[in-house]
């Protein structure tokens, strides 16, 4: 019989998203955060995109990989604007060959979503990352008329307590009502698990 590697990796990810992803408590952050993960998270590159941008003005976009600490990422976006509709969209992607999106992807207002009722569980996680790590830009809005000057860590209990190991990349896109770029980056985190050799198979 013959073997195919993809197709049986997708039937074992489905599982896996069946069990676990979509399950509200695997997203539920302020439970979850203080648990101790079976693995291992670093953030490896930030990559801004799309650069210049219309209506900001970025100055510094860069990670900072530190020996036994997790990388720092700084963010300096100077804002002259005031904005009462900010889009945040998001989709998570995992490298098989080449980097496919994988399971997380959505978009929200980040002004109106403080106020809705939280029934998506993905949504909810990631805005409750974002209050963690840019509690700037989960401030009630109006938004803008600053400089953000953002210095932050992506720690690895900011992640689902079940992750598969290997290579992700989150791709992030903030826009204005007009669907105007504010800023674009990329995020590059590689996830391996505590005492083995990292497999994406090993989880």
Same mark, same amino acid.
């Given at each position: 019989m013959k073997c195919y590697p993809q197709l049986w990796l997708s039937f074992i990810f489905a599982l896996w998203a069946f069990h676990c992803?979509?399950?509200?408590?695997?997203?539920?952050? !302020?439970?979850?955060?203080?648990?101790?993960?079976?693995?291992?998270?670093? +953030? &490896?590159?930030? %990559?801004?995109? /799309?650069?210049?941008?219309?209506?900001?003005v970025l100055t510094l976009c860069r990670a900072f990989l530190r020996r036994n600490q997790p990388t720092l990422l700084r963010v300096t976006l100077e804002v002259p604007g005031l904005y009462n509709y900010v889009l945040?969209?998001?989709?998570?992607?995992?490298?098989?060959?080449?980097?496919?999106p994988f399971l997380i992807d959505g978009e929200i207002d980040i002004c109106t979503f403080?106020? !809705?009722?939280?029934?998506?569980?993905?949504?909810?996680?990631?805005?409750? +990352? &974002?209050?963690? %790590?840019?509690? /700037?830009l989960s401030a009630p809005c109006p938004l803008g008329n600053?400089?953000?000057?953002?210095?932050?860590m992506f720690k690895v209990e900011y992640a689902p307590k079940s992750v598969p190991?290997?290579?992700?990349?989150?791709?992030?896109?903030?826009?204005?009502?007009a669907n105007v770029t504010l800023i674009n980056f990329q995020v590059y985190v590689a996830v391996r698990r505590k005492g083995v050799l990292g497999s994406m198979l090993d989880w």
């Open positions: 992803c979509f399950a509200t408590e695997i997203f539920d952050f !302020e439970e979850l955060k203080n648990e101790t993960r079976p693995f291992q998270l670093q +953030v &490896m590159r930030l %990559v801004c995109l /799309d650069l210049p941008y219309e209506e900001t945040l969209q998001f989709r998570l992607h995992y490298k098989f060959r080449t980097y496919q403080v106020k !809705e009722s939280k029934l998506d569980p993905v949504p909810s996680y990631i805005y409750s +990352v &974002m209050q963690e %790590v840019a509690p /700037d600053k400089t953000f000057n953002v210095t932050t190991a290997g290579d992700y990349r989150m791709d992030i896109r903030v826009a204005s009502r």
